[in-house]
């Protein structure tokens, strides 16, 4: 590649860093959805990018990539001109039974979010055999590609990964290259003689998917021309160690950081460069955030209103909330204690499977043969979470309360309305409900009735 072309590939790939770096999966089910990668026409890429240094032909060699890798913290990375282009993790594990748990061990908690097969993944390699991973993201234009290469263990550790970085790069540059970008499903490669071995490889196709970089960000690059420094538990203090307010990271890859003191939202891009800053407390609806950079960060679920009424397992006491239009209030020990419904509605789209089980929603207090009960029934739109679910008998569960929700339902049918209240009643610190008081009207007056919950 030489001359003007070759210098419009690298002012593209100028932008991998950039923009905000979004990780995909590559599962089979990834593979059927539609690209959102786009493209920038030329003559805005020029207007943006013509005062950038060009990027030297070497960055793309297999030998410099490896020769400048960087490792810290578990996490091989790759930089040009101090953007972060790639980051991967490496797992060495023996093909077996249990060499999915034992991959996933070894990634973080988010890698679930992305539905990599992993049976098909190690299922290139024979049963017994040592093998290693190179498992990571190449940031370009507005989203990544996600990569998962894997040799045998012989295969130097630098060798696999900078030589994975270096295929999805050059593959990357060939795509902008044709014009076309890797947009197709997703692409495979079995490379003979590389480093001593084979090396089997998958790259994604370029997908917009919610995600984040491996690696947190440890800084905020304020309006203002100085930093603000993000704590491991999401604290963030100013150049001078005044605590400015907590960063909460959301699937966008958008960082907000809430000053409670001052009542204000202030937004950064995933590069952390500031772009916004707002009135109040402003989260995103109905979403599951972070707090804090490390993998022991606090997960925080907000709800119709962008409140934060759940921290990891745990609702937050004395607190009112509101999913999906119903109402909830929680005790003093984050016990959910009512439900309210101004108006039942018929849910018109596939039953979720329950998110939390009976240990975390119990908090050991539930008996051997209780179910997981929706106070407002799945039927009626409720929530598939410890927001909407108690320890229930399991006689209260499918016949009891069944009746009551078939009769709501079929008065919703007929065209009418529902509306009333749950109160759930606790006997001491117990997180098992004893009893359930449910009063509600279906046009013809308020009816009452009392549960045991047996």
């Not at 594990?93 to 097969?117: C, F, K, R, W």
């Not at 972070?290 to 934060?308: N, P």
């Not at 209780?370 to 016949?399: C, R």
Request: proline share 2%; charged share 25%.
């Amino acid at each position: 590649m030489r001359g003007k072309q070759f210098h419009k590939i690298l002012s593209l790939l100028l932008i991998l860093s950039l923009l905000c770096p979004l990780l995909v999966g590559c599962s089979g089910k990834n593979e059927e959805r539609k690209s959102s990668g786009s493209q920038i026409a030329e003559n805005k890429l020029h207007e943006q990018f013509t005062n950038e240094a060009i990027i030297d032909e070497k960055n793309f060699e297999e030998s410099y990539i490896i020769e400048h890798l960087l490792f810290e913290e578990g996490i091989y990375e790759y930089k040009i001109n101090e953007n972060t282009i790639s980051q991967a993790y490496l797992i060495e594990v023996i093909v077996g039974e249990t060499t999915n748990e034992e991959i996933m061990a070894q990634l973080p908690e988010e890698i679930d979010d992305y539905e990599i097969d992993w049976p098909k993944v190690i299922g290139k390699f024979a049963v017994g055999s040592s093998i290693i991973l190179a498992v990571g993201i190449l940031n370009h234009l507005s989203v990544s590609t996600y990569f998962v290469f894997g040799s045998p263990v012989a295969v130097a550790k630098d060798a696999l990964v900078g030589g994975a970085i270096a295929v999805v790069m050059n593959e990357v540059i060939r795509g902008v290259k044709d014009g076309k970008f890797t947009q197709k499903s997703t692409k495979k490669y079995a490379i003979e003689q590389f480093a001593e071995g084979y090396m089997w490889g998958a790259i994604t196709s370029v997908l917009k998917i919610a995600s984040k970089n491996f690696k947190p960000l440890q800084s905020f690059k304020l309006a203002t021309g100085g930093k603000a420094k993000i704590k491991a538990d999401g604290s963030v203090f100013d150049n001078d160690g005044r605590l400015i307010g907590k960063a909460y990271y959301d699937k966008e890859s958008i960082w907000h950081l809430v000053n409670e003191e001052a009542q204000t939202t202030t937004i950064f891009d995933s590069a952390g460069k500031e772009s916004l800053t707002q009135t109040g407390i402003v989260l995103p609806v109905n979403s599951r955030l972070r707090l804090g950079t490390k993998a022991t960060a606090t997960i925080c679920y907000t709800d119709d209103a962008g409140q934060v009424f759940r921290k990891n397992k745990n609702l937050i006491p004395n607190i009112s909330y509101s999913i999906k239009g119903y109402k909830y209030r929680t005790d003093k020990l984050g016990r959910i204690i009512e439900v309210k419904f101004d108006e039942l509605y018929l849910n018109t789209k596939h039953r979720l499977n329950i998110a939390d089980n009976l240990i975390d929603i119990g908090k050991g207090f539930a008996k051997e043969f209780d179910q997981l009960g929706h106070l407002i029934a799945d039927l009626f739109g409720g929530d598939n979470t410890m927001a909407n679910i108690v320890p229930m008998g399991k006689t209260v569960n499918l016949s009891t309360v069944k009746k009551i929700e078939n009769g709501w339902a079929k008065c919703l049918k007929e065209g009418g309305r529902v509306s009333g209240s749950i109160k759930v009643i606790y006997s001491g610190s117990s997180f098992r409900p004893k009893s359930f008081k449910y009063s509600y009207n279906m046009g013809d007056g308020i009816v009452s009735k009392t549960i045991l919950n047996k």
